[in-house]
């Protein structure tokens, strides 16, 4: 893989307050819970890879993974099941989470920032959303690989109890070849069932 040049990549949005970058991963699978993480990066932090994680290998993730905890300042990871999701809608269930992990950073920040366009406010939190602030914003793309990496390791997991569905590769998303195990062997207790899984989707075979 080419190299990421992430020259562009900015340390803050703003320094007055001490600053937290948020991301999610996993909202739009089929299956499986969606994960978010937060994490304050120190003010002379930065890397020659770091970038949004769709843009890396999985072995690069999972490297910057290390390399993220080792360095910041405060990190956290938080999840809300597929239950939650269908309960609340996925929107509302990946602010939700997000609220989780920032609650259990072990500082916190004054300042969020925030990869997408919603967000609901958290009461003592100044926040700002940013549209692919996962390509724009260390703190943000470091929050993305962490909730990548954590929600990967929890499918691979999962697997190992459904392995019809493949999450090992697929991680849950509605590949075809997710949709025809749907189709063939009907849902399990880990799909989201206010999504449109396919023509199986009512048989709870499991």
């Given at each position: 893989?080419?190299?990421?040049?992430?020259?562009?990549?900015?340390a803050?949005?703003?320094?007055?307050?001490?600053?937290?970058?948020?991301?999610?991963?996993?909202?739009?699978?089929?299956?499986?819970?969606v994960?978010?993480?937060?994490?304050?990066?120190?003010s002379d932090?930065?890397?020659?890879l770091?970038?949004?994680?769709?843009?890396?290998?999985e072995?690069?993730?999972?490297?910057?993974?290390?390399?993220?905890?080792?360095s910041?300042?405060?990190w956290a990871?938080?999840?809300?099941?597929?239950?939650?999701?269908?309960?609340?809608?996925?929107?509302?269930?990946?602010?939700?989470?997000?609220?989780?992990?920032?609650?259990?950073l072990?500082?916190?920040?004054?300042?969020?920032i925030?990869?997408g366009?919603?967000?609901?406010?958290?009461?003592?939190?100044?926040?700002?959303?940013?549209?692919?602030?996962d390509?724009?914003?260390?703190?943000?793309?470091?929050?993305?690989?962490?909730?990548?990496?954590?929600?990967?390791?929890?499918?691979?997991?999962?697997?190992?109890?459904?392995?019809?569905?493949?999450?090992?590769?697929?991680?849950?998303?509605?590949?075809?070849?997710?949709?025809?195990?749907?189709?063939?062997?009907?849902?399990?207790?880990?799909?989201?069932?206010?999504?449109?899984?396919?023509?199986?989707?009512?048989?709870?075979?499991?």
């Open positions: 893989m080419t190299k990421i040049n992430s020259a562009e990549l900015k803050f949005f703003q320094t007055e307050l001490t600053e937290a970058g948020c991301d999610e991963a996993g909202r739009g699978c089929l299956a499986g819970p994960f978010a993480a937060a994490v304050i990066l120190p932090f930065t890397h020659p770091l970038t949004d994680s769709k843009k890396l290998s072995k690069q993730r999972y490297k910057l993974r290390s390399e993220i905890e080792q910041a300042i405060a990871v938080e999840s809300s099941d597929n239950e939650y999701i269908d309960q609340h809608n996925i929107l509302k269930a990946s602010v939700h989470t997000m609220h989780k992990a920032v609650n259990k072990a500082i916190q920040p004054g300042f969020l925030i990869d366009n919603y967000f609901i406010a958290m009461k003592g939190f100044a926040h700002k959303c940013i549209v692919k602030g390509s724009l914003y260390y703190s943000i793309a470091a929050a993305s690989i962490l909730a990548k990496t954590y929600r990967d390791d929890y499918m691979y997991n999962l697997h190992n109890q459904f392995p019809e569905y493949n999450w090992q590769k697929n991680k849950g998303y509605p590949t075809l070849a997710h949709r025809k195990a749907i189709e063939q062997h009907g849902i399990t207790p880990f799909h989201r069932k206010s999504f449109n899984l396919g023509i199986g989707q009512l048989k709870l075979t499991f």
